[in-house]
């Protein structure tokens, strides 16, 4: 018996409703996970998450263990109490992050050494570590750690970097502590190569996980080879665990990504959106900084039911971006969170009545149709 324990009710051609089962609770798929980085959905209590929809949050290894610190978090008793979040965690094992420092890392056999963006200092992340971490911070789901292959790399890069992350997934499975409830994903990794997609799923799957992801994309490749690796990569995953797909993102990215049979999703969008004044409704995209919406008195979208469309109008959310108040971002963020939950629920919905196409279409031709017409 797994770990985590997945269902899968139904599926729609490729797409698939389902249901994850942690120690801490329940989590229907699809599913997206705000991000919560440092132990905090930027400009969210914990409380407002919920109400937004969202059953997993996520948190990331690479900053936790940097501040406050893993054995801090430890004696709070785990992450969950710590930020008064009861529902499951996802945890990234930081790799990506670990990428992004490019001149302050020192990448080997063993891990990676890397310098602290914070302060300066040194420290060693080994795949024993990361799930050391992970386990210190009572993460419901914890990543491998791997190399999260940069955009563009040459095959031969691409292969090395995926050799690695295989053996580093092998010793991560090896050092995580199998508890009922609580499970361990690989990533598959190797650039937009059909092969290796294809060798890495293999390996992985030999191993053996509680659900696999799909990395390394969303890191410039462009929409057209993220679905084309996508298309290559997701047939080789085992259909009775979850598939997540990391980093990923636009409202049209998570349809197309669901069409493929993705189950999971994280991404900062929702909520760095949220701080630089854009809202995400059924009809596009809005910048709420514009002025047009100064006099408006419609809601961000008429036909969302969220806290913020229910009591705030379009004209108070664009004076409080000119007055710079720190309302605005909170209000923007709850709204793009509920829209991301509520296109999720969506999806559950139109594959659950078998008209996940016809959903897609209609998200489609919405979208296109642009804003309602300006008071």
């Not at 969950?80 to 056999?109: C, V, Y």
Request: proline fraction near 4%; glycine fraction near 10%; include cysteine.
């Amino acid at each position: 018996m797994s770990d985590l324990v997945f269902d899968l009710i139904k599926t729609d051609d490729q797409a698939r409703l389902g249901t994850l089962m942690t120690a801490h609770g329940t989590i229907d798929t699809p599913a997206f996970m705000p991000v919560g980085t440092a132990a905090t959905v930027k400009a969210m209590t914990p409380e407002a998450v919920r109400e937004t929809g969202a059953q997993i949050i996520l948190g990331n290894t690479y900053h936790l263990m940097l501040r406050p610190g893993a054995e801090r978090v430890e004696r709070f008793g785990g992450l969950h109490k710590f930020m008064n979040w009861s529902g499951p965690i996802l945890t990234d094992s930081g790799g990506f992050q670990i990428m992004s420092l490019a001149e302050l890392r020192k990448l080997d056999e063993d891990g990676v050494t890397f310098r602290s963006h914070v302060d300066g200092t040194h420290h060693k992340l080994t795949p024993e570590r990361s799930v050391q971490i992970q386990h210190m911070l009572d993460s419901n789901i914890t990543m491998v750690l791997d190399e999260c292959t940069p955009f563009p790399a040459t095959e031969e890069e691409a292969t090395t970097s995926m050799q690695l992350s295989m053996r580093w997934a092998e010793r991560c499975r090896t050092a995580f502590q199998r508890r009922e409830g609580y499970g361990l994903f690989g990533i598959v990794q190797g650039g937009i190569y059909a092969d290796l997609r294809e060798r890495s799923a293999k390996a992985l799957t030999q191993i053996g996980f509680d659900g696999y992801a799909v990395g390394g994309l969303a890191v410039g490749e462009g929409r057209e080879l993220m679905f084309t690796t996508l298309d290559v990569t997701v047939p080789h995953l085992p259909a009775d665990r979850p598939r997540y797909l990391m980093g990923v993102g636009k409202p049209e990215d998570l349809v197309g990504a669901v069409r493929r049979g993705i189950d999971m999703f994280d991404c900062v969008l929702p909520t760095r959106s949220g701080r630089t004044d854009q809202a995400f409704t059924r009809r596009g995209t809005l910048n709420m900084r514009n002025a047009r919406h100064r006099d408006d008195p419609h809601s961000i979208d008429p036909d969302c039911n969220c806290y913020v469309c229910k009591n705030y109008s379009r004209g108070y959310i664009n004076h409080l971006i000119m007055a710079k108040e720190i309302l605005a971002a909170m209000l923007l963020t709850w709204h793009n969170l509920h829209y991301y939950q509520e296109l999720m629920q969506g999806m559950r919905d139109a594959i659950a009545d078998g008209g996940f196409e016809l959903f897609a279409e209609a998200f489609a031709a919405e979208q296109a149709a642009g804003d309602i017409d300006p008071v």
